[in-house]
């Protein structure tokens, strides 16, 4: 009799185990090993059976935002999280956002019954059109699946445990340095994740050759986890050329493209521009995986709305992607929320809602161009010294400013000025009333030799 259907040794609970223990036995961070490793104990009489818990730190990049509310400096500035403000410093809700919500909230036949586990599936036919091309041969031939996930690190999580559960090899490479989540998301999901070069900080740009050597020593199949555009936190992303290269190497060797598009419209002001490398990619008939999430292109953050987009050689296949898919999520959180995709997909549907869209989101990256061009023209005009013209170079949300751990901590301290540790600085978050001040904080960190 068949008693135990989780015990079998490959089981991917006992993989995700292994993974995260190999993960944490490599030393990569040794506040989440204690986290993990700090021995349960019975606690004594009366005394919690949680009292060996030790404090977890806050989140690298959310935690910065909690310091800053609890600072009370009226000068006080977050450029921490990657979330647009306008030049009043205020979050923005999207015009088309609104109109979207009120002819949600005006069609009283709306119901707020559970979601099939793939999500909206208008929402999610919209999504890949508007990620590979509304001409893509893979979405006319049927040959992609899309999951509505909760935005993009739910799609990134279920793709990566999509992966552990059913691709062959289990090694995903990110670049060095990502977004801090990456590694945790697919150690948890299941993945064993290896990092090949990307930034050099000598040039503080593409270290395009180490890159591709790292690539091109990966284990056949291996998997590759990309940023499609605005490479965050550096801000530098490979040229188009650039992009044809690592296409043909990847494909030489069976490496499995993971796009992580959390992006798309940001960097250029164009959503098709943005999304060209994906479609190259899909241009050449393989298979590939991307993660969509309308957190920043439609200032829908708290939604957590997004889309996973499994593109494969044939549409049987496809199918038989999306059936297993769902066994991925309904254990994980049964079917995604309905209120963020429905909004997508009035906006997505719509063609007059759609291009007020496209003009709002260009308007934001336009924004944030014209903070770099104020910025860098503030530190000229102070004579700071260095090179600052990546300020200008880099694109996306992000300048990578390569002011290192005690400066930023110095600005925090004398001018309250909340950043990640690493040096990346958010440019949505300023305006022109706010960057002679970080000139000013930058100025005087750069001349202080801290
Ligand atoms: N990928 C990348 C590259 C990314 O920068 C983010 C968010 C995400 C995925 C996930 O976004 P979601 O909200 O799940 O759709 N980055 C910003 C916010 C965060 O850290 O959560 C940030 O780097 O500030």
Redesign the pocket.
């Known amino acids: 009799m068949k008693t135990n259907d989780f015990s079998s040794s490959s089981s991917p609970s006992d993989r995700r185990i292994g993974a995260l223990l190999r993960h944490l036995t490599a030393g990569t961070d040794a506040d989440r090993v204690s986290s993990v490793f700090a021995s349960p104990t019975s606690g004594g009489a009366g005394g919690s059976v949680f009292a060996h818990l030790v404090q977890a730190p806050e989140d690298a990049?959310?935690g910065v935002t909690i310091a800053y509310n609890k600072d009370p400096s009226p000068i006080k500035l977050n450029l921490g999280?990657?979330a647009y403000r306008t030049e009043e410093g205020k979050p923005l809700v999207l015009n088309v956002v609104r109109k979207a919500e009120q002819q949600l909230i005006n069609d009283r036949s709306r119901i707020k019954e559970y979601l099939p586990i793939v999500g909206l599936v208008e929402f999610n036919k919209l999504s890949a059109k508007l990620i590979l091309g509304a001409d893509s041969p893979a979405i006319r031939e049927n040959r992609v699946t899309t999951v509505e996930c909760l935005?993009?690190?739910?799609s990134?999580r279920v793709g990566g445990e999509f992966l552990a559960r059913h691709y062959h090899q289990k090694t995903i490479y990110i670049p060095q340095p990502t977004?801090g989540?990456h590694p945790k998301i697919f150690t948890l999901a299941g993945l064993s994740v290896k990092t090949y070069r990307y930034y050099d900080p000598s040039t503080r740009g593409l270290n395009f050759q180490g890159l591709l050597e790292d690539l091109g020593a990966a284990p056949q199949g291996s998997i590759v986890l990309l940023?499609a555009c605005a490479h965050?936190p550096t801000g530098v992303d490979p040229t188009l050329e650039q992009w044809e290269q690592i296409r043909k190497l990847m494909r030489s060797k069976g490496l499995m493209p993971f796009f992580?598009s959390?992006y798309q419209g940001f960097a250029s002001g164009s959503l098709d521009t943005d999304a060209k490398p994906i479609r190259m990619f899909v241009a050449d008939g393989g298979e590939l995986l991307v993660a969509q999430?309308y957190?920043k292109n439609m200032g829908l953050?708290g939604e957590r709305v997004?889309a996973l987009s499994i593109v494969c050689k044939a549409a049987d296949v496809a199918g038989r992607v999306e059936s297993q898919l769902k066994l991925v999520i309904r254990p994980m959180y049964s079917n995604p929320p309905i209120h963020g995709a429905s909004i997508v997909a009035v906006i997505l549907r719509d063609r007059n809602l759609f291009n007020e869209w496209t003009l709002e989101l260009k308007a934001m990256a336009d924004r944030i161009i014209s903070m770099r061009k104020q910025l860098f023209e503030a530190l000229r005009a102070r004579g700071t010294p260095g090179d600052w013209t990546h300020i200008i170079k880099q694109i996306g949300m992000f300048t990578f400013t390569g002011l290192n751990p005690a400066q930023v901590s110095y600005m925090t301290k004398e001018y309250h000025i909340y950043m990640t540790s690493d040096g990346r600085i958010?440019m949505a978050g300023l305006s022109s009333k706010t960057v002679p001040h970080l000139a000013d904080a930058i100025h005087a960190v750069v001349t202080k030799a801290l």
């Not at 935005?151 to 739910?154: A, D, H, I, K």
Request: glycine letters at 20%; hydrophobic letters at 35%.
């Open positions: 990049i959310l999280v990657g935005s993009g690190t739910g990134l977004w989540n940023h965050n992580d959390a999430s957190a953050y997004g958010s």
